[in-house]
């Protein structure tokens, strides 16, 4: 690793520490002066044992928001598609994009971090009264794929797309616990919990492309097992959600209440309603007890002692911005990228690596599927800004952005306060591999990415940057084997070059 990226690798350890400190108890210095039951200690020895108890919750709280976090941000997506009184789609309904993720439709969905090479659906499943039936079309080749998360983020199931190929088929979603026989024709897919969310991309190269890819997305349908079989419908089911106020025009994901507690009451809420496996459920729920989470019963805030709450508020608050800062422990960076590891999709216990994906780039495809790049540093270690000019130049081997055809490759930016795409006189939000870009007689190609015109000799292969702070990914969609294989090994897995200030 060079000289910047040792400084950025220094300076980031000095930010985990100071996020640490400030939601561990540190920042409830002022409180020390309170013993747990909210009356003043009367000597220094209850004072001690008061900072003790403050550090210790301090620390479960964080372990116990890094846990929760994307179930938590699972929830805030459900909310803004299906929930809200203009719904972009009910429940068991799928809301489909009419466009790519400008940045218009990435302000109304929340979503982090949009791929804007593709046009999205959302939907999510309720299968606590039955199995949902999921039709996939056949796309003619086109690339697209259907991924299924449950709500704690994990990608259990493809029926369309990479290995499971593009020519479709029809499914039954089937939710813990049902019991019943399903008709012929349908494979089955058993799935986690009870709310599931079904993500299909459809592949578009550019607007006149769009039409065709539309219809692949619009080919997708679900229905309920009963209509499926011709029964007439019941009445439609109502739902009495928490509704959550968080800040506007930001990645919902970012997690920013404005009542942080709201934090853990939504978490203990939908916990109750899709449990974890049972290994956690034995080895990870029982210490939240002491902040009023227990898996059955409802979250209490009232019946927990005052410093308990205000450490739990200051922990919610800060988590989105405590796992981003820890984000290098999951991966290695490298030339101001950072390198995600193989288990991206499916964490399992690692509970750190789960967080991290959900909120800067929420239901994130298992490596077989697609492999993301992020970067928010140049290739000496310095954030990347508007203010500034880059260049970043592709030349072979390019093996980290080979994909097994129909899938592809892309650049794109992001605002860095937002996590959503950024407006330019362009309308370009994204480069890659189908685009009409300038390459040298070898194959070799550089891209400019900055805020102003490099001109037209340079436009063709221009990423309009925005004014402030920004971080790019590059997406390889149905990537090779061998690259996916390599992130197994991420000592000496060979990423992208970095991008280089002007």
Not at 163 to 189: H, N, T
Not at 284 to 310: C, D, M, N, Q, T
Not at 445 to 458: E, S
Request: include cysteine; proline fraction near 8%.
């Amino acid at each position: 690793m060079n000289g910047g990226s040792d400084m950025k690798a220094r300076l980031d350890r000095r930010e985990w520490m100071s996020l640490a400190l400030a939601t561990s108890g540190a920042t409830l210095a002022g409180s020390s002066a309170a013993r747990a039951d909210g009356v003043a200690p009367k000597s220094a020895n209850a004072a001690a044992i008061v900072k003790g108890v403050e550090a210790w919750i301090g620390s479960l709280a964080v372990q116990a928001a890094t846990y929760a976090a994307p179930m938590v941000a699972m929830y805030l997506l459900r909310d803004s598609i299906c929930m809200k009184a203009a719904a972009k789609a009910r429940p068991n309904e799928i809301w489909r994009f009419d466009n790519i993720a400008t940045p218009e439709l990435a302000r109304q969905s929340g979503y982090v971090t949009p791929n804007v090479n593709v046009v999205y659906g959302f939907g999510f499943m309720d299968l606590a009264d039955e199995p949902i039936v999921l039709k996939a079309p056949d796309s003619r080749g086109r690339y697209y794929m259907i991924e299924i998360c449950d709500m704690w983020t994990n990608a259990f199931a493809y029926p369309a797309g990479g290995a499971s190929g593009y020519q479709g088929g029809a499914f039954a979603l089937v939710g813990p616990g049902w019991q019943g026989e399903l008709p012929a024709g349908l494979k089955r897919i058993d799935c986690p919990t009870h709310w599931i969310e079904l993500q299909p991309r459809v592949y578009v190269k550019d607007q006149a492309d769009l039409a065709e890819a539309r219809a692949v997305l619009a080919a997708i349908e679900v229905v309920g097992l009963a209509a499926h079989l011709g029964d007439a419908a019941g009445q439609a089911k109502t739902y009495a959600y928490e509704a959550p106020k968080i800040a506007p025009d930001i990645a919902s994901s970012q997690m920013l209440f404005d009542d942080p507690l709201q934090f853990w009451s939504i978490f203990a809420a939908t916990l109750n309603e899709n449990p974890p496996p049972r290994d956690e459920i034995d080895a990870v729920l029982p210490s939240f007890k002491y902040l009023g989470i227990e898996l059955g019963r409802p979250w209490r805030p009232e019946a927990l002692r005052p410093v308990v709450l205000e450490v739990m508020k200051q922990t919610a608050a800060h988590i989105a911005a405590l796992v981003s800062a820890n984000m290098p422990l999951i991966g290695r960076p490298a030339n101001g990228w950072l390198l995600l590891p193989a288990n991206v999709g499916r964490a399992g216990a690692d509970y750190l690596s789960r967080a991290a994906v959900a909120i800067f780039g929420l239901t994130a495809n298992v490596p077989e599927q697609a492999i993301y790049y992020s970067a928010s540093f140049d290739a000496e270690g310095a954030p990347l800004t508007g203010a500034k000019r880059y260049t970043i130049a592709f030349t072979d081997p390019m093996a980290y952005l080979t994909p097994i055809p129909p899938g592809f490759w892309s650049l794109t930016i992001y605002d860095s306060v937002t996590k959503l795409t950024v407006e330019n006189p362009i309308d370009r939000y994204a480069l890659g591999g189908m685009d009409d870009f300038a390459r040298n007689p070898d194959s070799s190609f550089t891209f400019f990415v900055q805020h102003d015109d490099p001109g037209p000799d340079r436009r063709a292969n221009w990423l309009p940057a925005p004014a402030g702070p920004f971080y790019v990914i590059l997406r390889n969609y149905a990537p090779v084997a061998e690259v996916a294989r390599g992130l197994r090994t991420l000592a000496t897995f060979k990423g992208p070059p970095g991008l280089k200030a002007v």
